[in-house]
């Protein structure tokens, strides 16, 4: 049985528009690349014929075979299937449109032969035209050597009987076909490759893997985990082992994460059905290289005509039009922290983190950023800091070396109250220059008997004291000037009634 695992985070539920395949003529075109390694259908494109409606519902069948009784069981099949029926309720279907099989519950829900073939009848009988539907068979794929049909395998499989015992995947073909659906998607996570041990978990049995899809009818879109005769890969092993799903499968459920999906290309907020194949195919095969240093890249059958999944993606919770709008506010706060303008800086990553609170890119700015206003701040402070070493080293000095006498006191005081008073000067001068002085009125003023700035200023307050500072020192001065008039006219006088009485003396004594 499988253990505990560990659960996909589910956002909240979008609503999406699907598209069908065109009304008359041919089926859609093919939108299909060899480079994403994803194999294009035969047929031209047919753009004449590729209108579409939108579909009328949305239904899937979804099947995970795990806790097999007579082969090697799976770990993460189960985890499969729970995610991607809680992804496609997020993304729109209704869960009474959902149908899944799987181990645990009611056994009627179990992945058995019986089950499985009688519950799929169901599903394909109640389809209507209009609905889009997908169905996803997540488990062991096997095909007789003696025969070209190819099976899934149900958790009552009996290995030597594949013909009583498994699901013949042609005829859930066949079935998908004739039914009244407009647009029919199955994914298939089984291996494909012969019989054989592998030092990586995989999804192959003792018999000839899944063979050629080439006659798979052309209006089912049939996506196939790995190419003919390659290996399906799964997490919960080794390096993966902290991997809770099939690489194809973790790939589906990124591609289709309306709340934060990988598979955006052109990043206009519209999921299509070309994106989400494009992305599972090139990170399918990406994770199976990084695990297991493998090769793993899926398969695609059938005629594929281009249509939105979701047309309103999501990033980090809200509408990529926020998202764009906040993104710019972090481009401007890049700009802005390039010049060195840190506040601004801040201020505008501040403005992208109002709309996006939860983006990691934004949260990262803003701690850089404020380091740097830290690390500016503490350049503005390495004076005070000074100060403050200046003043413990006097306090050991007072301690240790009392016996010197004053001496290692005074001058260090000395040295300080002359750090002080230059710093408070050039901080006058600042505030004179500041309302048009000129440099030589500047100097004269800072260098006058009333020379009295503050360290107090407040940076808003600047401009204003330096006016007031202005204004006093020159009245100041002005003082000065008639003060020293007033003198040198006492003087005068004084020096004048000297004389007057000095020549009054003469006289008398020459009489």
Known sequence: ?????????????????????????ALGGVLLATAAGVEPPAKEANDENSKLETSTGRKAFLVGADD???????????????????????????PRNITTLKTGGNFGDYP??????????????????GDFVVVFLSGHGLQPNDSTEKFFAPIDLKIEKPFETAVSIDKMLAQLEKSRAT????????????????????????????????NAPRSISLLLSCQPGAVSYEGGFGKAKDVDNGFLTLGLLEALDANDSKADANNDGVLSFWETLKYVSDRTNELAYYYYGKTQKPNLTGDVTDFALIDDLRVDG???????????????????????????AEEKIDAALQIAPNNEKFLTAKTEIEQLCRSVE???????????????????????????????????????????????????????????????????????????????????????????????????????????????EAEAAKKSSEKSEARSGGSEETR
């Open 1 to 25: 049985m499988i253990g505990e695992h560990r659960k996909l985070k589910i956002s909240r539920k979008k609503r999406l528009r699907f598209a069908a395949i065109l009304l008359g003529g």
């Open 68 to 94: 097999y009784a007579n082969v090697d069981s799976l770990d993460c099949v189960k985890n499969d299937v729970e995610a991607l029926e809680k992804r496609l309720e997020e993304i729109g279907f209704e």
């Open 112 to 129: 058995t032969k019986a089950n499985i073939e009688e519950r799929f009848a169901a599903f394909v009988d109640n389809l209507q035209p």
């Open 183 to 214: 647009f029919r998607w199955m994914i298939v996570d089984a291996c494909r490759n012969d019989p054989r041990r592998s030092e990586a978990p995989t999804k192959a049995l003792g018999v000839r893997g899944l063979g050629d899809f080439s």
């Open 318 to 344: 809200i509408s990529r039009a926020d998202w764009k709008r906040a993104n710019s506010f972090w481009e401007e706060a890049q700009a802005a922290r390039r010049e060195q303008r840190y506040a601004a």
């Open 378 to 488: 503490a350049d503005e402070e390495e004076s005070s800091m000074m100060e403050i070493f200046t003043m413990f080293a006097l306090t050991i000095a007072g301690v240790v070396l009392p016996i010197l006498g004053a001496l290692p006191i005074v001058l260090p005081l000395l040295l300080l109250d002359r750090i002080r008073s230059r710093r408070k000067r050039r901080l006058y001068e600042a505030c004179l220059r500041a309302t048009g002085m000129s440099e030589e009125l500047v100097k004269s003023v800072a260098v006058s008997p009333y020379f009295n700035p503050t360290l107090e200023l407040k940076p808003e307050k600047w401009r204003e004291r330096a006016a007031e500072l202005r204004n006093e020192t020159m009245r100041a001065m002005a003082e000065k000037k008639a003060l020293g008039r007033k003198q040198v």
